[in-house]
């Protein structure tokens, strides 16, 4: 059987629904990205507090569970602005990756602290579970969850754009992106916009945080670990610079990845990370600023 | 005496062991032009660069209409009313020309409506025309024109220009002095920092030459057309 034909309409709903989540990932990581310069590498380690949140309040009712998630997420990546990038502004970008790994194995730690209470490893988030089941469409089995996803990421999305470009506060966003130091000395408050790109991608990080738990319930310290890898992946292939890239570099890397999930047998699923790494490389080697990226490479950038 | 709309007093600049500014003291009235100019590397746009809180002064004093600014960041001192034309423009390219002047107005104090462009393009009427085209692609005269627009529109008390005739045709040139010559009846205090000493000292109500980082000597406007002292000025005579 060729691989082509492994190609179904399940696999290809289920990968724009994988796509989709990546696609809001991207976009929490490449709001940060605009106004620090930053990468932060602790973004899954805020979608894994989101998802220990739910299940921890996977007795409450739903919208309760789901409000703390939010509220944890954000408070979180609050703290994260105030307490470790805030005082390191203006350090190296080497500096700040490293501390952002720092920070991702802090929150492990802290995760698997809590986790441990118990004495067994792994929580189970049940709060949206019922989102994972099927629905049949035209003969094809749709999961609920990848309808939500799609149309939450849209709306998230196209909320996003009006913010960006149709208020203030969004174009002072916009400008710090393209020239933060130009931005400062015309007015734009650097703390505020900053902090605006924070909150967004935590929100953004409790979004992802709950549409996660609903496909892959048992919450463990390094959930969403691997998801933020391939992410960031994405980010990179997209074009970090600019917004619209790395999103769309998130959802390709998602869309790629469950793709080649249906497509390669079962037995060779364990290979899906090395033929998703492989394309990559070779993106990198023909674009190196990004599939999306046109013009002056990103090191010129001034 | 009332405050000076701008006063430095004391500048010292260091970038690691290199003094680019020391001891500058300079003043700016309301409505006045004062010219600062001097050889490449003479520490003219370090002194711009200090007032506006993009690079900090190892000592020294600034003030704007009497309060303390030294120290701030950059987005406090241009709410305490300093717009910089940066040199080399610093537009944002890809935005469209009236996004680049609504950014203009992140420094503007109190309240203000739909109107608030509308001295920029009575001003300048080719950003009227093409407000909704992408900066990036005005000429670099159209440009200039709206980074000065864009700092305008801030309604600052004081304006800083570095260099804003740098890399402009001659024709151009006359422009950018043409609107300086408009607009100092508009109330700014206006430090200039030019390459174009003759026609800054013509311009400013007096211009400080600056050389290695200090002042050196004080022209007033009848002294453009006397080339000895233009001449001696510039190579430390």
Same mark, same amino acid.
């Given at each position: 059987m060729s691989v082509l034909a492994a190609i179904d309409a399940q696999t290809l709903v289920d990968s724009v629904g994988l796509g989709a989540i990546y696609a809001l990932m991207a976009v929490g990581i490449g709001l940060v990205f605009g106004v620090l310069r930053l990468v932060n590498f602790a973004y899954g380690q805020l979608v894994m507090a989101g998802a220990y949140t739910l299940a921890f309040t996977a007795n409450w009712r739903v919208v309760w569970s789901l409000a703390a998630c939010l509220i944890v997420v954000v408070a979180l990546s609050l703290a994260m602005e105030?307490?470790?990038?805030?005082? *390191?502004?203006?350090?190296? &970008?080497?500096?700040? +990756?490293?501390? #952002?790994?720092?920070?991702?194995?802090?929150?492990?730690?802290?995760?698997l602290l809590i986790d441990l209470r118990d004495n067994t490893l792994g929580e189970v988030a049940t709060s949206v579970a019922p989102l994972n089941q099927a629905i049949t469409l035209r003969g094809v089995e749709v999961r609920k969850i990848t309808i939500v996803a799609v149309i939450v990421t849209v709306v998230v999305l196209a909320l996003l754009a009006l913010l960006l470009n149709r208020t203030r506060i969004g174009l002072h966003m916009r400008a710090a992106s393209a020239d933060f130091s130009t931005a400062r000395l015309l007015g734009v408050r650097a703390n505020r916009v900053i902090g605006l790109a924070v909150l967004l991608s935590g929100v953004l990080a409790a979004i992802v945080a709950v549409l996660l738990t609903v496909? *892959?319930?048992?919450?463990? &310290?390094?959930?969403? +670990?691997?998801? #933020?890898?391939?992410?960031?992946?994405?980010?990179?292939?997209?074009?970090?610079?600019?917004?619209?890239?790395?999103?769309?570099?998130?959802?390709?890397?998602?869309?790629?990845?469950?793709?080649?999930?249906?497509?390669?047998?079962t037995d060779?699923?364990?290979?899906?990370p090395s033929a998703v790494f492989a394309l990559v490389i070779l993106v990198l080697l023909l674009r190196p600023s990004g599939l999306f990226v046109w013009g002056r490479p990103a090191a010129e950038r001034l | 005496m009332a405050d000076a709309?701008?006063?430095?007093?004391?500048?010292?600049?260091?970038?690691?062991?290199?003094?680019?500014?020391?001891?500058?003291?300079?003043?700016?009235?309301?409505g006045e032009i004062v010219g600062l100019i001097?050889?490449?590397?003479?520490?003219?746009?370090?002194?711009?660069?200090?007032?506006m809180g993009l690079v900090s002064a190892r000592a020294g004093e600034v003030t704007v209409a009497g309060?303390?600014?030294?120290?701030?960041?950059?987005?406090?001192?241009?709410?305490a009313g300093v717009a910089l034309v940066p040199e080399g423009r610093r537009i944002f390219a890809d935005f469209t020309v009236e996004e680049n002047l609504l950014l203009g107005l992140a420094a503007r104090r109190g309240r203000y409506g739909r109107g608030a462009l509308s001295g920029a393009y009575e001003l300048f009427p080719v950003l009227g025309e093409f407000r909704r085209r992408q900066a990036g692609l005005l000429s670099g005269g159209q440009q200039q024109q709206l980074a000065i627009a864009r700092a305008l529109v801030a309604q600052p008390d004081v304006l800083l220009l570095d260099e804003p005739s740098l890399g402009l045709a001659p024709s151009l040139v006359d422009s950018v002095f043409d609107v300086l010559?408009?607009?100092?009846?508009?109330?700014?205090?206006?430090?200039?920092?030019?390459?174009?000493?003759?026609?800054?000292?013509?311009?400013?109500?007096?211009?400080?030459?600056?050389?290695?980082?200090?002042?050196?000597?004080?022209?007033?406007p009848g002294d453009a057309d006397d080339t000895e002292k233009m001449v001696a000025a510039y190579f430390g005579g």
């Open positions: 105030l307490a470790v990038f805030r005082p *390191l502004r203006g350090a190296s &970008p080497a500096v700040m +990756l490293v501390t #952002t790994f720092a920070i991702a194995f802090v929150l492990q730690a802290v995760a496909q *892959l319930p048992f919450v463990q &310290p390094d959930f969403a +670990l691997r998801e #933020t890898i391939v992410v960031l992946v994405g980010v990179v292939v997209g074009g970090i610079e600019k917004l619209w890239s790395a999103t769309l570099g998130g959802f390709l890397i998602g869309f790629a990845t469950g793709i080649l999930n249906g497509a390669l047998p060779q699923t364990v290979f899906l | 709309a701008l006063a430095v007093r004391g500048l010292e600049v260091r970038y690691g062991p290199v003094a680019a500014v020391r001891g500058l003291s300079l003043e700016v009235g309301k001097g050889p490449n590397g003479a520490g003219k746009s370090t002194t711009l660069h200090a007032i309060r303390r600014v030294l120290g701030r960041p950059p987005e406090r001192i241009a709410a010559a408009k607009i100092r009846d508009g109330g700014f205090a206006i430090l200039l920092v030019e390459q174009r000493a003759q026609r800054t000292v013509a311009l400013a109500d007096r211009t400080h030459v600056i050389a290695n980082g200090e002042l050196r000597l004080t022209l007033g």
